[in-house]
């Protein structure tokens, strides 16, 4: 069973709402939280022909930061990130596994040319680390679509969708931890 | 979305894992393979919904293993993946079945969007496999038309055998609608909740029928790809219907005996004993009794088979059925076809019932059906029904009794395959009548 849940912001990237981060995770998976400082060599990922980083290779560099075997660690930052086959990628993460990255690159408004809004830059960071640690915790993408386990492939698709677990989803959380989650 | 499976194959480990990691978190199983020869193998741990092949790799290429996987699974979607666009291959791709081609790396949302559409195609076209069953389901329990004498009988036979489990026998020529005879027994039979399986064992070459019947392991024969199930296995619980019985070859026979005798077999290429309860109906346009005599068929399969017997007559024999029939499919085909029903003329019901009907009911409601097609009025007429024995129906006047007497002889004999005494009793004279006339005509056997 999982005890703790690790949030870590890359190489000091410190958004405004850092800290109201912590609370709403913690709720979705009625767990703690804990902050932890994350320093990564981020050259060591970069891809100057993509101008993007691998979000794969910082996962497995995340691993060794974990602090116990039985917690989760989820890395935030603010870089565009990609995997090998696909343009870019909001986050990624284990499958059922220990680690996740999210990145609010592409969450921003400022990139589709709208205003900045960092309410909205807020709610779409929670749910796309809700999601990623969902899969985590060994939860696949969702058709329902309020639910924060469905996949997103456009940031309009992430608004759409709640911060919270669907009831069905919710049930197979429980199943596999056997701790019951917050909507 | 858990039991649908992908194969990735592509000689970069990273796209293999990006890959398997995002059809994962999508619900799919996935299996990955670092090159051709490596997917093929693991072809054996399919059946794939999907494949996703990179187009170049060393050794073979993504084409040629598309060519391969293509002879192992016809119905797998197969996506090519490359760093390398070219319009080429694309269209190579394309042409040899790919369903689409995409070029890494890969936007998100036309990944999902063309995974999405692949699944919704497949789901449709399992849907319609699964409607189109269900249609012919209940499209063979249409009910049985006719109020002659001799359908009443056939109609009181279904009654008396349906509730036993007795094998049965239904004899008639083609198209007197022996298959729903079987289906009307099946359906009034307490097997009616499980399946009624048909094959029609004269469609089916004799080596493609052994498996068909009895199913197969993997590996019985080249391209036994999965284990399948026989028709037989799938009959457990319900009916087994094998149409043109008396088509099968020796071999089959003795095996399809062994398996009436103790319900048991092995399925081909395996060693385990599978047991099928199940009630066999068959049915045949031949005679079965001539076919013992002549040792085609084997006398103790037949007494086997034999137990009850329905026969159906042809259509020529109760005419008076023939203006039933006749609107029972044009309301079929006016419903089938979206259009008003149709009247049937006096002229056109006359032509229908006077007409010797050799294709039976088959004959007719392929003729209905046509004249629903061409028919641009209320009515049925008679220029709507073009049938093919205008000759029957008028002899022109200029014939010699005896050159109509000569086609006709010649005729009856041709339906009864030159059994003269079935062709006497059809003409109503005696075998030496029959004998001289052909004599006179020089009409050989």
Known sequence: MTSTIYLGFLNGYSPSWAEDLAPRVSQAFSLPTQPIDLELDLDLYYAPERRQYHATLIIARLLRYLPELDSKIVGITSLDLFIPVLTFVFGQSQLDGAAALVSTHRLHSEFYGLPADIDLLFERTVKEVVHELGHAFGLVHCPDYLCVMKASTYVEDVDIKKASLCSECQATLIDRSGKPSHR | ?445
Not at chain 2, 260 to 273: A, C, H, S, V
Not at chain 2, 351 to 368: F, K, M, S, T
Request: proline share 4%.
């Open chain 2, 1 to 445: 979305m858990r039991d649908r499976k992908i194969l990735i194959v592509d000689d970069e480990l990273s796209v293999r894992q990006s890959l398997q990691e995002w059809f994962r978190e999508d619900g799919f199983q996935v299996e990955t393979a670092a090159d051709g020869n490596a997917a093929l193998k693991m072809m054996d741990a399919g059946p794939f919904d999907i494949i996703v092949v990179d187009l170049k790799m060393p050794g073979m290429d993504g084409i040629t293993l598309q060519k391969r996987v293509r002879e192992l699974d016809k119905s797998a979607a197969i996506i090519i993946l490359t760093a390398f666009a070219s319009v080429e291959t694309a269209v190579e791709a394309l042409k040899l079945g790919a369903y689409d081609y995409v070029t890494k790396p890969v936007d998100p949302d036309d990944l999902s969007n063309l995974v999405r559409n692949i699944l919704r195609e497949k789901e449709l076209s399992e849907e319609n496999i699964r409607l189109k069953e269900k249609v012919s389901e209940l499209s063979g329990l249409a009910p049985i038309v006719g109020k002659s004498p001799k359908m009443k009988r056939v109609l009181d036979l279904i009654d008396t055998v349906a509730e036993t489990d007795s094998t049965v026998v239904i004899l008639g020529e083609s198209g007197t609608g022996k298959e729903l005879i079987a289906r009307a027994i099946h359906g009034k039979s307490k097997r009616r909740f499980f399946p009624i399986v048909a094959v029609n064992c004269g469609s089916i070459p004799e080596s493609l029928l052994e498996s068909e019947l009895f199913g197969h392991e993997k590996g019985a024969f080249t391209g036994a790809q999965y284990r399948r199930k026989g028709k037989i296995e799938l009959a457990d619980g319900g009916t087994l219907f094998l149409d043109e019985i008396g088509d099968i070859s020796p071999k089959m026979q003795i095996d399809l005996l062994r398996v009436l005798e103790t319900k048991r077999f092995t399925r081909l290429g395996g060693n385990q004993e599978v047991t099928s309860d199940f009630r066999l109906i068959c049915a045949t346009n031949r005679n079965l009794e001539k076919l013992v005599e002549d040792g085609i068929f084997r006398e103790d399969l037949y007494y086997r088979v034999n137990v009850f017997s329905v026969p159906v007559p042809p259509l020529r024999e109760r005419r008076e059925d023939v203006p039933l029939l006749a609107e029972h499919f044009i309301e079929r085909y006016a419903r089938a076809m979206g259009k008003a029903r149709k009247a049937l003329s006096a002229q056109a019901e006359s032509i229908l019932v006077d007409y010797r009907w050799p294709g039976n009911v088959r004959e007719l409601q392929n003729a209905i059906e046509r004249a629903m097609v061409i028919g641009t009025g209320p009515a049925i007429v008679p220029e709507d029904l073009p049938l093919p024995s205008d000759r029957e129906i008028s002899e022109p006047a200029d014939r010699s009794l005896s050159a109509i007497e000569k086609d006709h002889i010649e005729r009856v004999l041709m339906e009864v395959d030159g059994n003269v005494s079935q062709g006497a009793k059809i003409l109503g004279i005696d075998r030496t009548t029959l004998y001289n006339k052909m004599k006179k005509y020089g009409l050989g056997r």
